[in-house]
């Protein structure tokens, strides 16, 4: 059974930083592209970040570019998303999504979602 | 603003039909898969559709995707007040290097 668990959420002042952290099972990682996506609650999906098995391709959305930094073990079987000069409205649940084919940017496959708080 | 535009609801009687549509451009859905997505309140989104119009072992026939040039469009008949939730449409914007959402619908079963 394939399992995402994030961990390391929770609350961070304006220009902290944090790491969230995805621990996965029931997959070979290095076989998949894996994803960050955000929710704040009653609002939409945002894509945050990518990242090809071999960590050769990186992309980041707009906002977060130069900020967020998403890495991967695939050894340990985990995938990180450094967070540093977080602001307000990064505040969101984070969740770890893995990618079902490469190339075609679906999720099949999402944790259970971590919150991100980022105030004062 | 979203880069994929879909109504923010959309509603109708059980046993109907309903669709959701989701528009883009050339650089996102013109050129790229859609998928669709399943959220029930209070939880994790559930993928529906992938590959424009293929659907998940364990989605039943009565959800169907398609797409044309750059517009897309979730059909679910036979509804259910099960099916309420929100629904997003996503892809591939090669423009901006980036996976792009719409803004969600929700749908209501009378």
């Known amino acids: 059974e394939v399992q995402l668990v994030e961990s390391g959420g929770g609350l961070v002042q304006p220009g902290g930083s944090l790491r969230l952290s995805c621990a996965v099972s029931?997959?070979?990682?290095?076989?998949?592209?894996m994803h960050w996506v955000r929710q704040v609650p009653g609002a939409g999906l945002v894509w945050v970040a990518r990242c090809s098995g071999d960590m050769t391709y990186i992309n980041y959305a707009d906002s977060v570019k130069g900020r967020f930094t998403i890495a991967r073990d695939n050894a340990k079987n985990k995938v990180n998303l450094e967070m540093t000069s977080v602001r307000v409205e990064d505040t969101a649940i984070y969740y770890c999504v893995r990618e079902g084919k490469s190339g075609t940017d679906y999720f099949d496959s999402w944790g259970q979602g971590v919150p991100v708080t980022v105030s004062s | 603003q979203s880069v994929l535009t879909q109504p923010p609801s959309v509603s109708a009687a059980p046993g109907q039909k309903v669709t959701i549509s989701c528009t883009g451009g050339?650089?996102?859905?013109?050129?790229?898969?859609v998928s669709w997505y399943r959220q029930f309140p209070q939880t994790i989104p559930e993928l529906l559709i992938y590959?424009?119009?293929k659907r998940p072992s364990g989605i039943p026939d009565r959800f169907s995707g398609s797409k044309s040039g750059t517009s897309a469009a979730l059909a679910i008949t036979g509804l259910q007040t099960g099916d309420e939730a929100d629904y997003y449409c996503?892809?591939?914007?090669?423009?901006?290097?980036?996976?792009?959402f719409g803004g969600g619908t929700k749908l209501t079963v009378l």
């Open positions: 996503g892809t591939w914007d090669s423009g901006l290097r980036a996976v792009v």
């Open positions: 029931g997959f070979t990682l290095s076989d998949y592209w």
């Open positions: 050339s650089l996102n859905l013109g050129g790229n898969f």
């Open positions: 590959e424009n119009n």
